[in-house]
């Protein structure tokens, strides 16, 4: 048996022996040839393979992944992302400096050898032998390559990252193989472009073009000497040499490669010498990846953009076949923001509600006719800090919302008013309307099956003084909830159904609203998208048009561009024109003498509703003119803070309603949305208006008469607030089993038997991770 020498060294029989069968297998590599005695030299180990014969016999380069640039509708930039910070460049783009230090440093021969050095690896055969350990490496700049389209191809895979790298003599054949292959295919200069955009620089550069950004902001093309040579050795060992962190480290191995470059009449001694003695002269740029580095709290559209990316079919059959897509990344995509409707949206939303506050806003633009999302914001940035969330209030759960958006009060009126004028019913219905009623029962239902209301479940209006008959141009202005669900008990619950179907409203976690008259009420959770989306057919006159918030995407794969296809917004006619017509025209009466008035815009026609739910955890108003749509809700994400006696934005409000927070933040948003627009005029209709009997309107601070919006506008002097229905709504008030809850001029809080179970709508309330009151996201 061989013995070592004395101090460590191998034997000479030791030596000559691996020196004869690396010399071997370096010459059969270099023929190409099948070894035919593979055993022999312990190839078929773990991990190796058994002759090149069962290689590929093409080397599958993966086009690199590279950054992914979120354009807003004019092509200013709203965010990259990137699971790989590169920019592929060519090599007329790289400087000669950077090209001459990579090749110096790396592999001097690289011009002189074919893809394995002989040379380099008798001399590193002898180096190895003689200190008993790998003290040089013999892999060309064509094998790190080929190392490194390996690593690439795992991505962040560990396991399969594990196999790219792993250190096996079977592996070490393969990367051999392949290396002779790309040297038939690609040529030098293209092989060293590849490596060029490929390695990894540190500090999550890819490419160099990435690094020469992050080290110097600068592109590669304008690299000097000295930086260039920084760069190269950066690449031997990136937690090494990185100059952000060990400066000394750094420069001593710019050094090392400056001196290399003298060395092969790169550069003369001179010229390296001055580069030697210049600083680093590092300008550090941080890394801008992700939607948390979007401009004008466009964060949370531009996650939005992301989950349509990875839910849509149209970007891939499968889930992961689209995730490959978005991680391969080299997207310019086009979307549908605009950025005066994004700034006035986001400035609104600061105006009237603090990120520190213990409630949240979220608001949402839609143009009706296209369905294009113009805006989409909210109080609380997009982060992870406190005060912070990732959470969207503005969308569905699929699309990374809360998990079934927020009860909207009586917002969802109108909807059951669309219902019943295109089941015939005039824009002059009238019934009776009592202040206080029992739900009538029985309720035909859409699936053949009647509702019955089998514990003699109650609905009140907001104050007393609101006994009717109304007519329905009136009971919307005043929001009167027993007009409403009489309304419902005439046409049955399936007409709604059908509209609500046609607007295409779900509940946040996307299942359908479920059958039972408290649906006119607002009971179920919805998402601020869908609500401006529904309202947007009311605006483009009974046409709905599916939200998109795609434009264009084209894709670069290497050196060559290709569009992809997009979603295209689906419009479909929810209701005729003249139902269309006439909501509008009842909306507008919202706005000029209802529950919306401190939300009207001063130079153009509007429409909206407002909207409050039980215990006052969530306000709305969804309001339109003919060319935009909007949606704001405030209230708490955890459905745990009840806005009362409470300051939002700096200003105290003893009772907060649709009218009062979220009517001003709509109204200022939409005012700077529009500025400079169009102002088109609605289609009003003629409804006849009999002279109205003097009927008890609140005003907006109170005083004894509330106006019947869930406690909207001209809320009682002493507070009243008047209970909910089965989802627990302040809409006026309900008597659950029978129990009175609440009154008229300081009556009793409401206290309803119906309470939304723990964790049902969940979010971060106040920053720091879940928040303070927030749930545990899924």
């Not at 010229?271 to 590092?282: R, V």
């Not at 969802?412 to 739900?439: H, I, N």
């Not at 302040?730 to 939304?756: K, L, R, Y």
Request: with cysteine; proline share 5%.
């Amino acid at each position: 048996m061989p013995k070592n020498r004395s101090g460590g060294g191998l034997s000479p029989t030791q030596q000559a022996a691996k020196f004869l069968g690396v010399s071997v297998l370096a010459g059969a590599v270099m023929a190409g040839i099948a070894l035919p005695a593979v055993g022999a030299l312990g190839l078929a180990a773990k991990g190796s393979v058994d002759s090149f014969d069962e290689l590929p016999a093409n080397l599958k380069t993966p086009p690199l992944s590279q950054r992914t640039t979120i354009l807003d509708a004019d092509g200013g930039q709203i965010a990259t992302v990137y699971s790989r910070d590169r920019t592929v460049v060519g090599l007329k783009d790289i400087s000669p400096y950077m090209q001459k230090a990579i090749v110096a440093i790396e592999d001097a021969r690289f011009y002189q050898h074919g893809a394995v050095d002989l040379k380099g690896v008798l001399r590193a055969v002898n180096a190895n032998a003689q200190s008993g350990g790998v003290a040089e490496g013999a892999s060309t700049l064509t094998q790190q390559y080929v190392k490194n389209v390996f690593v690439e191809e795992a991505g962040d895979d560990p396991t399969k990252v594990a196999q790219a790298t792993q250190q096996t003599l079977g592996r070490k054949i393969k990367e051999l193989k392949y290396a002779i292959q790309v040297e038939e295919e690609l040529g030098k200069k293209k092989i060293l472009e590849n490596y060029l955009n490929i390695t990894f620089f540190g500090q999550q550069a890819y490419g160099v073009e990435a690094a020469a950004q992050r080290y110097f902001s600068k592109p590669a093309k304008d690299l000097n000497l000295q930086e260039s040579a920084l760069l190269a050795g950066i690449v031997q060992s990136p937690s090494r040499y990185d100059p952000v962190n060990d400066e000394a480290e750094a420069t001593k191995r710019r050094n090392t490669v400056l001196q290399r470059m003298a060395e092969v009449g790169d550069v003369s001694k001179a010229e390296a010498d001055k580069a030697m003695k210049a600083p680093l002269g590092l300008k550090v740029s941080e890394p801008k990846n992700g939607c948390i580095t979007a401009v004008s709290g466009a964060g949370f559209f531009c996650d939005y953009v992301r989950n349509v990316f990875l839910n849509d079919p149209v970007f891939g059959k499968t889930k992961e076949a689209r995730a490959k897509v978005w991680n391969q990344g080299g997207l310019t995509i086009r979307t549908t923001l605009e950025p005066q409707a994004q700034e006035s949206v986001q400035a609104s939303l600061e105006d009237h509600v603090n990120q520190s506050d213990s409630v949240a806003a979220a608001t949402t633009l839609v143009e009706p006719g296209t369905g294009k999302i113009l805006g989409m914001g909210q109080s609380k940035p997009y982060g992870y800090g406190k005060d912070e969330t990732e959470i969207n209030y503005s969308v569905d759960h699929s699309m990374g919302g809360s998990n079934f958006g927020f009860p909207t009060g009586s917002t969802f009126k109108p909807f059951v008013a669309a219902a019943a004028l295109e089941e015939g019913r005039p824009p002059t219905q009238e019934y009776s309307s009592p202040y206080d009623m029992e739900y009538p029962s029985p309720i035909q239902a859409c699936d053949g099956k009647q509702w019955i209301n089998e514990d003699g479940t109650r609905a009140e209006n907001e104050n007393e003084s609101e006994v009717g008959p109304y007519r329905l141009e009136e009971a919307m202005a005043k929001s009167v909830n027993t007009y409403f669900v009489q309304m419902i008990s005439d046409i049955g619950l399936c007409p709604v159904v059908d509209m609500t179907d046609a607007l295409h409203v779900v509940q946040g976690d996307n299942k359908k609203l479920p059958q039972g008259p408290a649906i006119a009420l607002g009971s179920q959770g919805i998402s601020p998208l869908t609500m401006a989306s529904a309202y947007a057919a009311f605006a483009s006159r009974g046409m709905y048009c599916t939200p998109i918030a795609i434009e264009s995407i084209t894709q670069k794969l290497g050196e060559e561009q290709k569009s992809l296809q997009v979603p295209k917004s689906t419009c479909s006619r929810a209701m005729s024109e003249q139902t269309a017509d006439t909501v509008n025209t009842l909306l507008r009466g919202v706005v000029d003498s209802g529950t919306g008035q401190e939300a009207g815009l001063n130079d153009r026609q509007s429409a909206g509703k407002t909207g409050t739910t039980d215990e006052r955890k969530n306000a709305w108003f969804v309001g339109y003119t003919p060319n935009l749509s909007g949606a704001v809700w405030v209230g708490s994400a955890s459905q745990k803070v009840q806005m009362r006696n409470i300051t939002i934005g700096g200003v105290y409000h003893d009772l907060v309603f649709g009218g009062r927070v979220p009517g001003p933040i709509w109204r200022d948003a939409m005012t700077g949305a529009l500025s400079g627009k169009d102002a088109p005029p609605f289609n009003i209709i003629d409804i006849p208006n009999p002279q109205e009997r003097d009927r008890g309107r609140g005003d907006e601070d109170g005083g004894g008469n509330g106006d019947g919006d869930n406690g909207d506008d001209g809320n009682n002097a002493g507070g009243g607030d008047n209970g909910g229905v089965i989802g627990g709504l302040t809409d006026g008030g309900v008597t659950v089993g029978g129990q009175d809850n609440g009154g008229t001029n300081g009556g009793a809080e409401p206290d309803p038997t119906f309470s939304i179970p723990e964790g049902w709508i969940q979010g971060n309330e106040n920053g720091g991770g879940n928040g303070d009151n927030g749930g545990n996201w899924p």
